[in-house]
């Protein structure tokens, strides 16, 4: 994740008055109070943790999702509704998502894996090289997607390592218009490859 660590900024908590009611963190949260933000964190994040742990059997990993999870709850704090349940039943929700999310991906990263070692056979790469030869395949994928004018330029792009000039000579296209498809076709490439930075909680 590239999202900063959420940070408790000073509040009436540190200082040590009254602590409020979970259903008071609830309504500042959906205000958009940040030191509620914060509290709900201090709250309910070692709970969150201790869940994605159990279910990935990895810290770091447990940390990123539990990252995923508070900032799913800042984003979507306008869809909390106290009269369908508590405020910690609903990021227990959110985090039970997060975590059926993280194991999905996992799942696909396996089968992925495991088609590139079936596709090779004996011959199939290192471990060493798994990550590398996976990323060649999530790129092929991607480019089986674009429109055929766009595949075409990317691939002679890609794998002949044509520069555009000598892609207009192949095609006979303007030049100009072979350079309207790698741009078009990379940032289509690019919607495919990167994970939405604003997931739905």
């Known amino acids: 994740m ?22 008071e963190v609830a309504r500042g949260l959906v ?16 709970l969150v ?12 990993e447990a940390a990123d999702v539990t990252q995923q999870v508070f900032l799913g709850v800042w984003r ?6 106290p009269e369908r349940g508590a405020i910690g039943g609903w990021i ?6 997060r975590i059926a999310d993280a194991l999905s991906a996992r799942t696909r990263r396996t089968e992925l894996v495991a088609a590139v070692g079936s596709a090779y056979g004996p011959a199939a790469p290192a471990a060493g090289h798994a990550e590398a030869v996976l990323d060649r395949v999530v790129v092929q994928h991607g480019l089986a997607r ?10 002679l792009a890609f794998y002949a390592d044509l ?7 192949r095609t006979g296209w303007p030049l100009g218009t072979v350079k309207s498809h790698a ?3 990379l940032r289509q490439l690019r919607g495919f490859l990167e994970p939405d930075p604003h997931p739905e909680p």
Request: with cysteine.
């Open 2 to 23: 590239t999202e900063q660590p959420i940070t408790a900024p000073a509040s009436r908590w540190a200082t040590g008055e009254a602590a409020l009611a979970d259903e």
């Open 31 to 46: 205000a958009g109070d940040e030191a509620c933000l914060a509290e709900a964190y201090r709250r309910w994040s070692g």
């Open 49 to 60: 943790h201790t869940l994605a742990r159990r279910s990935l059997g990895d810290a770091e």
């Open 76 to 81: 979507g704090r306008g869809g909390f509704r």
């Open 92 to 97: 227990v929700g959110i985090a039970r998502r």
């Open 146 to 155: 674009l429109p055929a004018a766009q595949q075409r330029v990317l691939r």
């Open 163 to 169: 520069t555009q000039t000598q892609i207009a000579d």
């Open 183 to 185: 741009r078009r076709g």
